[in-house]
């Protein structure tokens, strides 16, 4: 089963930075897009930013300039660097990732699924 595991949330003074990682494990065949939600205490879940496979990145208006996504394709990793964070900034983080499920496979061919796949979330506060 394919899971993504995120990591390096925590407790962080204004103005301060972060690095979160998100690795995937399983029997993956390929992984596409990439991206880093967040939800706050008491409203709904937003994406923060995403890449591509080829490496092109795109943000929330309210991260832009502040927060950096990247990834390791050999790694089947995500990262999200976090600088100048703001107490407006605390939420949960959420690692998500359109995954190929390898099912089967042989010498002439791959039996794959596509998978919406989420971690479980990593908090981060922010504190003023």
């Known amino acids: 089963q394919v899971h993504l595991v995120e990591s390096g949330g925590g407790l962080v003074q204004a103005g301060g930075s972060l690095n979160l990682s998100c690795v995937a494990s399983g029997p993956i065949f390929n992984i596409h897009n990439m991206a880093w939600h967040r939800q706050a205490p008491g409203k709904e879940r937003e994406l923060v930013a995403s890449?591509?496979?080829?490496?092109?990145?795109d943000y929330a208006d309210s991260v832009k300039g502040r927060l950096t996504i990247s990834r390791d394709n050999a790694k089947q990793a995500v990262y999200l660097r976090m600088d100048s964070l703001k107490p407006e900034d605390t939420a949960v983080y959420y690692c998500?990732?359109?995954?190929?499920?390898?099912?089967?496979?042989?010498?002439?061919?791959?039996?794959?699924?596509?998978?919406?796949?989420w971690g479980q979330g990593t908090p981060v506060t922010v504190s003023s």
């Open positions: 890449i591509t496979i080829y490496g092109v990145a």
């Open positions: 998500n990732a359109d995954i190929s499920e390898m099912i089967a496979s042989d010498s002439t061919s791959v039996e794959y699924r596509d998978l919406d796949v």
